[in-house]
């Protein structure tokens, strides 16, 4: 089991930047593909940026170059820096962990953290 808590939420002013930050319990952090996805109200949950355990990195296409995913792995923590913030990027954010276990996967999702960009 993995427990996931995001941290790092909050209001910010278009062009401003903030980071997240998702601390994972248990000891399968390091073998689990890392991701950022984030919805906002009437809408789908999209996926924002993935890491894998080869530090491999996937963006959407509309936070490429503003956005980096990273991870540590002694601290169990992955984090997402959002930089240049425009307000479609308001959005409850979440963390997610996906493990495989051979031809399958789990995914752990946080409880999700708030960003609202605006002036």
């Known amino acids: 089991q993995v427990q996931l808590v995001e941290s790092g939420g909050g209001l910010v002013q278009p062009g401003g930047s903030l980071r997240l930050s998702c601390a994972a319990s248990g000891n399968i952090f390091s073998r689990c593909v890392m991701g950022w996805y984030r919805q906002a109200p009437g809408t789908q949950r999209e996926l924002v940026a993935t890491m894998t355990t080869g530090d491999n990195t996937n963006y959407a296409d509309s936070v490429k170059g503003r956005f980096t995913i990273s991870r540590d792995n002694a601290k169990n923590t992955v984090y997402l820096q959002m930089n240049s913030l425009k307000p479609e990027d308001t959005a409850v954010y979440y963390c997610?962990?996906?493990?495989?276990?051979?031809?399958?996967?789990?995914?752990?999702w946080g409880q999700g953290t708030q960003v609202t960009v605006s002036s």
């Open positions: 997610n962990a996906n493990l495989r276990l051979g031809p399958a996967s789990v995914n752990y």
